[in-house]
Every structure is written in structure tokens, then in C-alpha cells.
């Protein structure tokens, strides 16, 4: 039975490097010839092999970190600066198996600026997440004056009383809830 490494991928601008994160690596093969990317190994007694036609074009490969943990493959980018959107050329193919590599990735310089740049405008009120709207804050308020009004609104007599308007016709009730005799 064969198995398919985890392939975590980052660029630069000018390489393409893959990492395969397996134990007691041994007896690897790696090739990327006709743009086809080709990678099997033993691992704890298990055969790992992974084949696919890369993105774009690359001029030379080779790997430049090997231990008993992991082993690091570079590609050089035949075209140099050329960003890849992905590794494979076919979408979807091995998608649980080639990731990107985050801890990596280099963004170009154009992308660092744009994103200390970024443009709040359509997003007003969120300065400072300041209270609710209506409720002006506690800035000059004493325990004081903050018990009494907790007090008022227990008795009724912050105006509202609950009973205004139960009935939904408006404009018998007079102020404060008094009935308006005719």
C-alpha cells in the first residue's frame, strides 16, 4: 500500500520551496522533469510517492535540507518574479495533501504597503467601539446620581410606566399617563 505526503509549499521571488514532513525518511526519489513534479520515499516502513504537473515552469531542483525528520526540495522559477496561485497545474488535485506553508511565505513589497493602507471608509462607528448608541456614557456621573436613577426607573418615574398606549390608540393618553377628560 502506498501513501501520499502532506506537501507544504512557500515562494520567493525567485524559488519555489516544498517541505515533506515525515520520520525516518529514506530511499527518496525527486525529480521534476516535462514540468512533472515527482517525489516517493520510504517512511517507517511505508512507501510515500506524489506525481503532478507543476504550475509553471522551473529550471532547476534540488534538495538542500534532508535529516530524520524532514526534507526541504527548491525549485528555481524559470521565470523570476512571476507569482504562483498554486503548486499543481490541475486545481484540486491532491488538495489535502499540498498546503501552503504560511510561516514561510514572503509577500512582495507592493503587498506590505497596500495593507497598511487599507481603506475603513465604508466602515463608520467603529472608532473606538465606544457604549451604545443613546447612552452617552458614565464620564462625570457619581455612584450618587446612578443610584437614584436606578431608583426612578424602579418606581416608574423616569416617564415611563409601562402602561402608555397598551391599547395602541394614540393620543387618549395625556402626559405621564394621565386620561384626558373631555
Not at 515533506?20 to 525518511?25: A, D, K, Q, S
Amino acid at each position: 500500500m502506498q501513501f501520499t505526503p502532506t506537501l507544504l509549499w512557500s515562494q520567493t521571488y525567485e524559488n519555489i520551496e516544498i517541505e515533506i514532513n515525515l520520520p525516518n525518511i529514506s530511499n527518496e526519489s525527486f525529480s521534476c522533469e516535462n514540468n512533472i513534479f515527482h517525489f516517493e520515499c520510504l517512511s517507517s516502513n511505508k512507501k510515500y510517492l506524489i506525481d503532478f504537473k507543476l504550475e509553471m515552469e522551473v529550471t532547476q531542483h534540488n534538495i538542500s535540507l534532508k535529516n530524520d525528520k524532514k526534507i526541504i526540495l527548491n525549485l528555481t522559477k524559470k521565470e523570476e518574479g512571476v507569482k504562483w496561485e498554486f503548486l499543481a497545474k490541475k486545481r484540486g488535485i491532491y488538495k489535502n495533501n499540498i498546503k501552503i506553508n504560511w510561516d514561510k511565505w514572503e509577500n512582495s513589497d507592493d503587498e506590505d504597503d497596500d495593507s497598511k493602507n487599507i481603506d475603513m471608509g465604508g466602515m463608520g462607528g467603529m472608532g473606538g467601539m465606544g457604549g451604545m448608541g443613546g447612552m452617552g456614557g458614565m464620564s462625570g456621573m457619581d455612584m450618587n446620581m446612578l443610584q437614584e436613577m436606578m431608583g426612578n426607573m424602579k418606581n416608574g418615574e423616569d416617564g415611563d410606566d409601562g402602561e402608555d398606549g397598551e391599547d395602541g390608540e394614540d393620543g387618549e393618553d395625556g402626559e405621564d399617563g394621565e386620561e384626558i377628560s373631555e
